[in-house]
């Protein structure tokens, strides 16, 4: 998450996005807990500014991205007399203000963990097989928590006597194991984006459906990659996580609690409980590891743009969409005759990955396709809905050239991307979409059971 090449470009404005996205995030952490009619005015005066930086220093096929989508969204919202849902889907996208700072302090403040110098001892002894495992289950460990991040950890414990053959493999696997875990965890955009669009969904009822597709793209992947690594290997490779276990399962586990006691939605938990759990354990380290986490999470908030500026422009569309009165008409009479149930999260999942291959941010499909279904009456239980909207979005991740997952695990490994499109990725794509929709089908007739 963030693109460093920001930073060096116009350093300037990257100091000044840097210190705004500081005070906006302390705005919205104080705002969800004493809403304020004027912090919230001073709130979006500081998004829109950011917007404005952002729009100077993203990236060009972002900043036209971002112009199309809200130029679209406004002459949707001009031709149906919805003026008002441009304002509301901006008011909706502030949340994102505080989620992705949260996510940023939480990456710099495992950066500045020594439990990671402990997560690299003993890989030498892995065979390649085993390296490969310990890649996709390291990748997706970490990457629950740090997103892409994770893989500029991974890759220099692993690949670094890595032949040129031995480092696509591991990219390969780093990028799968990252995509499995936007299935379920809390701290991708995936989850919480997706959740916004359908109201009432509770975080942990996604987390849930979505632990179960990760099973299935976790097992797919060893047996279409490392087939032949044995039980003793497997969980050799494993053991060598063990120092993950405690910190990811403290902070998950803080997250959920927060979402169902005190009501929050999965974005607002994610925001409020990770800068705790971080001030709480840099306590721990001292005020060296404190201060070095400071830096980086402020240096981390000079590179955001081109995040902010796709979540910006997909909530408002959707917003946008779920407000016409034509959307709403297709949503409650004609497409539920056409299609519906089982057959309807086939076309989405299908839909979504192919636009991802395409290069279309699967955000901005699921901001269109989802408002529609979950409108009207087509025979998915809402938290399945969510959960087909982000399995499609980790899937598309896991083998569309043009997602941050892919990309990164090329930057990292240093390997061409165009060497992880591979046949046995396709086929592991492929057969992942048929498994976790049939496996989606099954938990919808379950969720629909009387």
């Known amino acids: 998450m963030g693109n460093a090449l920001l930073t060096g470009a116009r350093p300037g404005l990257a100091r000044l996005s840097a210190a705004l996205l500081a005070a906006l995030w302390i705005a919205e952490l104080v705002r969800i807990v004493r809403p304020s009619g004027a912090l919230s005015l001073a709130a979006e005066t500081a998004l829109a500014a950011f917007i404005a930086l952002a729009l100077l220093r993203a990236?060009?096929?972002?900043?036209?991205?971002?112009?199309?989508?809200?130029?679209?969204?406004?002459?949707?919202?001009?031709?149906?007399?919805?003026?008002?849902?441009?304002?509301?889907?901006?008011?909706?996208?502030?949340?994102?203000?505080?989620?992705?700072?949260?996510?940023?302090?939480?990456?710099?403040?495992?950066?500045?963990?020594?439990?990671?110098?402990?997560?690299?001892?003993?890989?030498?002894?892995?065979?390649?097989?085993?390296?490969?495992?310990?890649?996709?289950?390291?990748?997706?460990?970490?990457?629950?928590?740090?997103?892409?991040?994770?893989?500029?950890?991974?890759?220099?414990?692993?690949?670094?006597?890595?032949?040129?053959?031995?480092?696509?493999?591991?990219?390969?696997?780093?990028?799968?194991?990252?995509?499995?875990?936007?299935?379920?965890?809390?701290?991708?955009?995936?989850?919480?984006?997706?959740?916004?669009?359908?109201?009432?969904?509770?975080?942990?009822?996604?987390?849930?459906?979505?632990?179960?597709?990760?099973?299935?793209?976790?097992?797919?992947?060893?047996?279409?990659?490392?087939?032949?690594?044995?039980?003793?290997?497997?969980?050799?490779?494993?053991?060598?996580?063990?120092?993950?276990?405690?910190?990811i399962s403290i902070v998950i586990a803080a997250v959920v609690a927060a979402s169902a006691a005190l009501h929050l939605t999965g974005l607002e938990a994610v925001a409020i409980m990770v800068p705790l759990c971080c001030v709480a354990y840099l306590a721990h380290l001292g005020a060296d590891a404190a201060r070095d986490a400071a830096r980086r999470t402020l240096a981390s908030f000079g590179r955001l743009a081109d995040e902010l500026l796709i979540v910006a422009g997909a909530t408002i569309l959707a917003a946008v969409v779920a407000a016409l009165p034509s959307a709403r008409a297709i949503g409650a009479d004609l497409t539920p005759g056409l299609i519906s149930g089982f057959a309807l999260m086939a076309v989405l999942v299908a839909a979504l990955v192919a636009l991802g291959l395409a290069g279309l941010h699967p955000m901005i499909g699921a901001g269109i396709l989802l408002p529609a279904i979950a409108a009207g009456p087509f025979d998915i239980c809402h938290a399945v809905l969510v959960a087909t909207a982000v399995f499609a979005w980790g899937l598309s991740s896991s083998i569309s050239m043009w997602t941050l997952p892919i990309v990164a695990a090329s930057v990292s490994f240093n390997v061409p991307v165009r060497e992880l499109m591979s046949r046995r990725s396709l086929a592991f794509g492929l057969l992942y979409g048929v498994a976790g929709v049939l496996y989606l089908g099954a938990v919808n007739a379950f969720c629909a059971a009387p």
């Not at 001009?78 to 992705?100: M, T």
């Not at 990252?178 to 916004?196: D, K």
Request: charged share 10%.
């Open 59 to 247: 990236s060009a096929h972002i900043r036209l991205l971002f112009v199309v989508v809200v130029g679209i969204s406004a002459i949707l919202a001009w031709r149906d007399h919805v003026p008002a849902a441009l304002a509301h889907g901006f008011d909706r996208a502030q949340i994102f203000a505080a989620f992705l700072p949260s996510v940023l302090f939480l990456r710099a403040t495992a950066e500045s963990s020594p439990r990671l110098e402990q997560l690299r001892g003993g890989l030498r002894a892995l065979d390649p097989a085993a390296a490969r495992n310990w890649t996709l289950y390291g990748a997706h460990a970490l990457g629950s928590v740090l997103n892409v991040g994770a893989m500029s950890i991974v890759a220099p414990a692993v690949a670094r006597d890595a032949s040129a053959a031995q480092r696509v493999e591991l990219a390969s696997s780093s990028a799968r194991g990252v995509g499995t875990a936007v299935m379920w965890s809390p701290f991708f955009v995936a989850i919480g984006f997706t959740s916004q669009l359908v109201p009432g969904v509770a975080i942990w009822q996604v987390m849930a459906v979505g632990a179960g597709l990760a099973l299935i793209g976790l097992a797919l992947s060893h047996g279409l990659f490392t087939p032949s690594l044995g039980a003793a290997a497997f969980g050799s490779s494993m053991a060598q996580l063990r120092p993950l276990v405690a910190p």
